[in-house]
């Protein structure tokens, strides 16, 4: 026998011991404690929002600036907040803001076509935009911290010196006459757009369609003249973010707006108000081609700066979202609705709406309603449990953090306080408002703000389908038309 092999022998041995062993280990029951249920998990606190750093300072011309540094990305983006807004333009030449916002850019700058100005931008990755919207005008920049020298200049071309090439505006009228042509493919915006002018009324600045009759009535020197009469230093915030050292630029803002004078006088800006045409009715898009309706009902809200409104948005929290009211009850456990939802949406500056609504099939079209009307009531007349109050209030404060998620969004709304009014801290000021609210608050705002008496009611849907007929709801159903009005020079 050899004499290595008893050793062999035992090592052997020794090898299947271990894992004899490791065996065992690995069979043996898990003794990690049993999960728990979700409503017995424990979390700790959102931690609290911090600001960054800002810089807020004003040019000699009335330009405001804010500026952030941001140096995890080698990336700077900026935004100009400009005093204007469809609202303002003359209710026979609907759609010249939009056009005007859409050909500041796209017509090129005096020192740059269109098609150089698009060349240097694709080269370097980078963007340069502007908009005007319902209430307000914006030019924003996108660019590599490498690039910011050139796209900054060209960002600055565009807002001083637009040249609205003749090409260009007739390019953006073609574009707007197809959304024209095109607006009534989709039923979900056939109900915001009636909707709308079933609460503001067709006429209001909040409510009004382009029509091709008002794009016939503008002209390039018409975009030029809106343009010059609200693009100007003193009505405008300048709000940049990223990575690069403020005084190199302050210098470089300094360089290209601070000689930006403007010789004409401010325009006498009155904020349109807005009233409810309609103070109750039940109204139909009848399209015979759908097998589902389209939903809105609801009335005039308010605005944010209303004290009420941190518990209208607890408020919004009962009966919105997975495990609100009308999510429960019209969905879940009446099966009634796709979709459903109900919110007091309030406005910076003119009143908002409340709104609820939703997809149903079309055989549901009318028990969808008065179930949704039922909910309502119910919040008005009942107190939410402490438990509803708790899950909304909870939903809000623990989603308050990603208000903050980076500096851009920060800048965004120092600069939206400031251009329509508001407290730098409001948001803050919000918070500590959601965080007081009781139940006592809910049924009170439920009480003074929501108003079945004065709820207006809009189904895009097929008619004749609906089982009971639209004509089982309270009031008379009045159809709506949509048709295109057709321009007199086609």
């Known amino acids: 026998m050899n004499s290595n092999q008893p050793k062999k022998i035992i090592n052997w041995l020794g090898l299947g011991l271990i894992t004899f062993v490791l065996l065992l280990v690995v069979r043996l029951p898990a003794t990690a404690e049993t999960p728990k249920h979700y409503t017995e998990l424990e979390f700790a606190p959102p931690p609290e929002i911090q600001l960054p750093d800002y810089d807020r300072y004003q040019l000699d011309n009335g330009m405001i600036v804010y500026l952030v540094e941001d140096h995890d990305l080698p990336l700077v983006n900026g935004t100009a907040l400009i005093r204007t ?30 098609d150089e100005l698009n060349l240097l931008l694709e080269q370097r990755a980078a963007s340069v935009e502007t908009a005007i919207n319902t209430t307000s005008g914006s030019a924003g920049f996108n660019t590599l911290t490498e690039d910011l020298d050139t796209v900054f200049k060209l960002f600055a071309e565009v807002i001083r010196e637009p040249a609205f090439a003749p090409e260009k505006f007739e390019l ?14 989709d039923p979900g915006d056939i109900a915001e757009r009636e909707f709308d002018k079933l ?24 975009v030029i003249d809106f343009y010059q009469q609200y693009v100007r230093p003193d009505e405008m915030i300048l709000g940049i973010v990223g990575d690069f050292e403020s005084t190199k630029m302050k210098a470089a803002i300094a360089q290209a707006f601070g000689d930006w004078q403007v010789d004409r006088s401010k325009p006498q800006l009155t904020i349109p108000t807005a009233s409810q045409k309609y103070t109750s009715g039940v109204f139909l898009v009848d399209r015979p081609q759908l097998t589902q309706s389209n939903i809105l009902l609801g009335h005039l809200g308010g605005t944010l700066k209303n004290p009420d409104y941190p518990a209208l948005s607890v408020l919004n929290g009962v009966m919105n979202g997975f495990g609100g009211r009308l999510f429960n009850e019209v969905r879940s456990r009446q099966g009634l609705a796709y979709s459903v939802y109900g919110t007091w949406n309030g406005n910076y500056d003119y009143d908002g709406t409340f709104m609820a609504g939703g997809q149903t099939q079309t055989e549901s079209t009318v028990p969808f309603v008065q179930s949704v009307l ?23 404060l623990n989603s308050f953090v990603f208000n903050f998620q980076d500096p851009n969004q920060t800048v965004s709304r120092l600069m939206r306080y400031e251009y329509f009014g508001y407290p730098e801290d409001f948001i803050f000021q919000y918070q500590e408002k959601v965080k007081a609210t009781t139940v006592e608050d809910i049924q009170r705002v439920a009480q003074k703000y929501l108003h079945p008496d004065k709820i207006v009611t809009l189904v895009v849907g097929n008619q004749k389908a609906m089982n009971p007929p639209l004509s089982s709801l309270k009031g008379t159903v009045q159809t709506v038309d949509i048709s295109i009005p057709q321009s007199q020079n086609s």
């Open 172 to 185: 953006a009228k073609n574009q707007q006459r197809g959304a024209i042509s095109r607006r009534n493919d």
């Open 374 to 396: 039922i909910e309502i009531e119910r919040l008005r007349n009942s107190p939410i449990t402490e438990k509803e109050l708790a899950n909304a209030k909870e939903s809000i």
């Open 199 to 222: 609460i503001y009324g067709e006429n209001s600045p909040y409510a009004r369609t382009v029509e091709y009759a008002t794009l016939d009535n503008i002209t390039r020197q018409d």
């Open 85 to 114: 807004g469809s609202r303002f333009e003359p209710s026979d030449q609907i759609g010249l803001a939009e056009i005007t916002g859409t050909v500041m850019r796209s017509g090129g700058t005096k020192s740059h076509t269109a």
